[in-house]
């Protein structure tokens, strides 16, 4: 379809359909802009990054547009390759970060150099070091991107700021660190009293196409079993019965 209104239309009339997710003959007239069919209704068009976050957000917490505008002119969007890091051990960890696509890793390193999985980011979800953002002290952790990546990100000063001017903002601030708690004590049980096929099964429910963008030792090491197991274990899960 935009091949055809390439051809009919100006670049400034392009702009403005691209921003529209939902096509209708009266928007078009007002627009002076042609007709479309029927089947041409309705157009997936990929949102921006921060529609990506305002859509997420507005599942936690009520806040209104002219809110989200605050919070949009304090955010930083960036492009992030596979396998940059964004953090290194050592750093602290200043920001709060938003993944509207793409993957992440939170690891660390034994005394042994074996790098440990604490935990993924895939899209809609935040990665972070907590403590060394809480406390302003140096890392233990590194965080990298396994797969190209787009995130949003607020100053640790900013976000404090905004949650001062926007109580919505804070009210969902206190659900998602009551969220992680709550999850990262399911994690601790998991992991001390579930069978290697148990985890395996909460992982493929908690992060479901991870498989297909991370390397197979990386989920061992977050579920705590060998890559043998694993590889064991997926070939039970995915041979034809």
């Not at 406390?135 to 976000?159: F, Q």
């Not at 479901?208 to 705590?224: I, Q």
Request: charged residues 25%; proline residues 3%; positive net charge.
């Amino acid at each position: 379809m935009f091949r055809f209104l390439r051809r009919n239309l100006s670049c400034k009339m392009l702009w403005l359909i691209k921003n529209l997710t939902f096509f209708d003959n009266e928007k078009m007239l007002q627009f002076n802009l042609p007709l479309l069919s029927n089947k041409f209704l309705f157009c997936s068009l990929p949102l921006d990054m921060f529609e990506v976050f305002a859509s997420y957000l507005r599942e936690w917490v009520d806040i209104s547009n002219e809110e989200l505008q605050i919070i949009r002119a304090a955010s930083t969007e960036k492009t992030l390759r596979k396998w940059q890091s964004i953090l290194h051990d050592g750093e602290v960890w200043k920001v709060n970060c938003f993944i509207a696509s793409g993957c992440f890793r939170l690891y660390r390193f034994g005394n042994d150099g074996t790098d440990h999985t604490l935990r993924f980011g895939v899209d809609n979800w935040w990665i972070s070091d907590q403590e060394s953002y809480n406390h302003g002290t140096p890392s233990l952790n590194n965080i990298e991107v396994l797969s190209a990546s787009t995130i949003i990100i607020w100053s640790k000063e900013k976000w404090g700021d905004l949650m001062i001017t926007i109580p919505a903002l804070k009210l969902f601030y206190e659900k998602l660190l009551a969220r992680g708690y709550e999850t990262s004590q399911h994690r601790i049980y998991s992991l001390i009293s579930a069978s290697a096929e148990e985890k395996y099964v909460e992982f493929q429910k908690t992060y479901p196409k991870v498989f297909n963008k991370v390397p197979l030792h990386m989920v061992a090491s977050y579920l705590g079993i060998s890559r043998e197991t694993l590889s064991r274990i997926r070939k039970q899960f995915t041979k034809p019965k």
